[in-house]
């Protein structure tokens, strides 16, 4: 199977005091013709004259009933999408008990040390959600898995066949523009969702009517317990 993959709040291995609190990254197993058929839904709907539409198009409070429809029975994703959240704070808190036994000071030292100390890459969470995302989709037909993902520079050659090292299932991973592949959008959409979604309810502010939409979709360590 062939997945489409996009990523939301990826600032590499600066996990505290960057723009986001929260990485998710998602994938969709939807063919061209029906992720060009939702983009193009999408665009009825939203009647935006952008070239490209993004996740804060839906997340407007206009576009409301459209965000409802993406994500519900009726929507385009119901049984063909996941996605994974991360905490960056609090995965960055696990990866300090693991090297150290406990965290005693600023998690900002504890991720300069971290990224001094390791390989380089070590602590961005995209290689490890592309990792579990093969093995989170393999489950379902047990077949390889090949996935296409929005264009990322740390995403090179060398971290490519690492991946497919240690996950034998990836059959491969190819870099597109999301701009020419309507299945990216599509992730794109729901990553971007889910992230701005987990970092609302992170600030005391939770949507608990799209929480409920989107809890479905999320699969691995659960940020919330709704």
């Known amino acids: 199977m062939e997945i489409a993959c996009d990523e939301s709040g990826s600032e590499g291995e600066k996990l505290v005091g960057g723009v986001t609190a929260v990485f998710a990254h998602a994938g969709v197993l939807l063919s061209h013709e029906e992720a060009s058929g ?11 004259p952008a070239l490209e539409y993004k996740a804060n198009h839906l997340l407007r409070q206009k576009n409301r009933w459209v965000l409802l429809w993406f994500l519900g029975p009726d929507g ?6 996941r996605v994974q959240l991360v905490d ?4 960055l808190a696990s990866r300090v008990r693991a090297e150290f036994g406990g ?13 001094a100390r390791g390989p380089r890459g070590n602590l961005d969470p995209l290689f490890p959600a592309i990792l579990r995302a093969v093995a989170q989709w393999q489950t379902s037909g047990g ?9 990322q520079l740390s995403l090179t ?3 490519i066949r690492q991946l497919k090292k240690l996950a034998p299932r990836l059959q491969s991973l190819t870099l597109v523009d999301s701009q020419y592949d309507a299945r990216v959008q599509v992730a794109d959409f729901l990553a971007g969702i889910a992230r701005r979604v987990a970092e609302e309810e992170l600030n005391g502010r939770p949507d608990r009517e799209v929480i409920e939409l989107l809890m479905p979709f999320v699969v691995g360590p659960r940020m919330w317990h709704a």
Do not use: W
């Open 38 to 48: 939702c983009v193009e839904t999408l665009r009825e709907m939203i009647k935006s």
């Open 76 to 81: 385009p994703l119901v049984g063909r999408a």
């Open 103 to 115: 965290v005693t000071g600023p998690l900002e030292l504890y991720n300069d040390l971290l990224r």
């Open 157 to 159: 050659d060398g971290r």
């Open 88 to 91: 960056k704070r609090r995965y």
């Open 143 to 151: 077949g390889p898995v090949s996935i296409v993902h929005d264009q």
